[in-house]
């Protein structure tokens, strides 16, 4: 567990623990927690660069493999986010496919890089998973399996390759040395390059008391505070902000190199005070958010035990990486929940991990029609209800714990 902040070198302690996880997507074959490996889940807060990081995580190859258990491309309302994204910025930065090379870190299955591939940019993806990295191949997709590192970097150098523009989605904040990762993105970049990316929002976690939002993937939940202090360290500049609804609260950050002649939006400023009025920069917002993940737990388990001693069957919606914090850090088992249902096949007759409650096809709900579904998936739960709503199959009552537990 580290001591110092991952970004500035300062001393860092922690304000919180969520106790023993295991790794969030992995997914079990069997019941046994034999050789399941666990680590003590806590986070701390730097007060010299802002920025809200894990203070052990495992390392990057064991939750990166080719058993990933999380492909882009199995939601609709996604796969309409990420056209969006393409066309906002191919439109903003006046991008030509004739002449512009795009790179993507982290491409999963090449839902968003598809987009650029289909009007016919030059592009590469990077995506260490190899599973999720075959089905961006069988799209048409140049891809390479690898981490986007220095090695990576200097091999695109080599070849006289440099972007105009590098996305990612949901993936930065994987990855352990931002200071590695900013010096390489500023080597790829053209003089007047973009880089590109969004991911869930500090301010919106902190707001919503969104604790699931917190697992071993997410190593960091940024602010724009946070990001424009530790890349400025590696010479880019923060130009725009962009809220997202994704994820149950997403922030698009656009950075460009500290030469370039690009203007900063208005919003850069306005967010920022935003996130100072928020008290995003001060320790003791997170103080309170300790107290408040503490009070959601207890809600959470109280309401799952009441439903319990009143016969009540209940069962999970959503295999999520963010149900394993849920389940783990409330110490919700088998004794609470039945089963969990989800439509990804990967996860299908698998167990979750630490708490070892059955995945189960959508089938397995239909047919058992339980009293009450907790909705592990809430960042969907519009496109759920309308789904559930318009297939009419089921007369559950469901269960939600952000921003409040309840029964809508």
Known sequence: MITTCRICKSSIKQFMSFGDMPIANGFKADKSNKDEFFYDMAVGFCNDCKMFQLLDHPEPEAMFNDSYAFFSGTSQAMTSHFRGFYESVVSKYKLDAAESFIVEIGCNDGILLD?????????????????????????????????????????????????DLIVSANVICHIPDLNDLAQNVASLL????????????????????????????????????????AFARQGLRLIDTEKQTTHGGSMRYHFCLDESERVPAGQVSEVIAAEKEQGLDNAGTYDKFRENCETSKYQLRTLLEKLKDEGASVCG???????????????????????????????????????????????VFYESNPDYAVLFAWNHEKEIMDKEEKLGKSSVKWIRFVPLVEII
Request: some cysteine; aromatic content about 12%.
């Open 115 to 163: 987009n650029f591939s289909q009007a016919g940019f030059k592009h590469l993806g990077v995506e260490p998973s190899g599973n999720v990295a075959d089905v961006a191949i069988a799209k048409g997709i140049e891809c390479t399996k690898s981490f986007f590192d220095t090695n990576l970097v200097s091999d695109l150098l080599n070849k006289g390759i440099k972007a």
């Open 317 to 363: 919606y959503g295999a999520t990486s963010k149900s394993t914090t849920v389940l783990n850090y409330c110490g919700i088992g088998l004794d609470l929940i039945a089963f969990i249902s989800d439509t990804t096949p990967i996860k299908q007759g698998k167990y979750t991990p630490g708490t070892n409650i059955p995945v189960v096809e959508p089938d």
């Open 190 to 229: 053209k003089e007047d390059g973009v880089f590109v990316f969004e991911e869930p929002y500090l301010g919106a976690m902190i707001e919503k008391i969104s604790y699931d939002q917190i697992y071993d993937e997410h190593i960091y939940i940024f602010s724009a505070i946070s990001l424009q202090t």
